[in-house]
């Protein structure tokens, strides 16, 4: 059997309300998507959140996918959910502009220390040195194993302009890991 | 992640975009980031969240709930009716209506009649109390000796009942 009729299949059972089949797929992506969400945050609780509320989110959604790379479809709600995350972050640090000593205890940027005190590795550390959107597309391209047709139509932006951006980003990418 | 299937679309792509001269260094740098990525893998995803999360999963779908889309046509349908509602409410054209009809708190039995005492119960009842009233009054004028001297008080208390009842009404 094809891996993509036994997804078909799978994602059938999920459509039906299937416990097992919802299982299934947290195990095919739940490691990429992980990977996906640390990458864009160099934070594993924070990953840990996101990841779980991705699942959830599938489960709502699922009735709404209908048919074509399931892969692209999934990575547009994480997509979706790490911009969800990063606008409300904007919002909370509206909230406490007053207290800006304690704002500065908080991680600014999307990734700026892991909290689980691990060290960060030097791919992440050089990452984070990467502007937001150069970053988005690099590691969504890495994870999601998209097309660049895919990669651009999410991004709403022209396939060229994705190729430019990927080229140039890792281009730069390679000189902070060499420097 | 090497053998990502867009690679096999990528070299076509770069020439299209960049041009053959560009393609080959473009191609490159693409292929040295997958290969950057390779060697330095995220933090693998703990086998507890995968299994906590199966579990939530499987909470939620086994506690029934109505589906979205049944809320959104019902919802809709709902919001659709009150507008309607609203629009017919308050969307009248700001014209004297031909027939205008008033209200009265006045039984219609009373003001359609000649005789409004005779229509309503309680008129009827308070103009006896002050016809027997009268009597007493006229009583008391007539018979100056024989009447007992509280009984000008009694009519009094008798008049005072009789006006605090009718204010109740």
């Known amino acids: 059997m094809g891996a993509s009729v036994e997804l078909t299949q799978v994602i059938n059972g999920c459509k039906s309300g299937d416990a097992e089949c919802f299982a299934q797929v947290v195990d095919l992506y739940g490691g990429r998507c992980y990977g996906y969400f640390y990458r864009l945050t160099g934070d594993r609780d924070l990953s840990d959140e996101l990841l779980s509320e991705l699942f959830m989110k599938l489960v709502e959604k699922i009735g709404s996918y209908k048919g074509g790379s399931f892969e692209s479809w999934l990575f547009r709600i994480a997509l979706n959910i790490f911009h969800d995350h990063l606008r409300s972050r904007k919002r909370q640090k509206k909230l406490v502009e007053g207290r800006r000593a304690d704002v500065e205890r908080r991680p600014t940027e999307t990734a700026q220390s892991d909290l689980t005190g691990d060290k960060l590795d030097r791919l992440q550390m050089q990452l984070n040195r990467l502007d937001a959107d150069t970053r988005d597309l690099i590691v969504l391209r890495y994870y999601s194993e998209m097309s660049f047709k895919e990669i651009a139509e999410i991004r709403s932006e022209p396939i060229g302009t994705a190729l430019s951006k990927l080229h140039r980003g890792l281009g730069k990418l390679r000189e902070l890991m060499e420097g | ?169």
Not at chain 2, 105 to 124: N, Q, V
């Open chain 2, 1 to 169: 992640m090497e053998n990502n299937p867009s690679h096999d679309e990528l070299r076509e792509l770069l020439e299209r975009f960049f041009g053959p001269s560009q393609a080959d260094s473009a191609e490159q740098d693409i292929r040295d980031g997958d290969r950057l990525f390779d060697g330095s893998p995220s933090p693998p995803v703990a086998a507890e969240l995968l299994t906590e999360i199966k579990q939530r999963i499987a909470v939620r779908l086994s506690v029934p709930h109505k589906p979205a889309h049944l809320l959104y046509r019902y919802g809709g349908a709902a919001a659709a009716v009150i507008v309607v509602a609203l629009i017919g409410f308050f969307g009248r054209p700001a014209q004297e209506p031909s027939d205008i009809r008033y209200a009265s708190l006045i039984p219609a039995a009373i003001w359609d009649s000649d005789d409004i005492i005779s229509d309503d119960m309680k008129l009827a009842y308070f103009r006896s109390e002050l016809r027997r009233v009268e009597a007493q009054m006229l009583a008391i004028d007539a018979d100056d000796g024989e009447v007992a001297t509280g009984a000008l008080d009694e009519v009094e208390m008798e008049l005072i009942r009789i006006e605090r009842q009718f204010w109740k009404e």
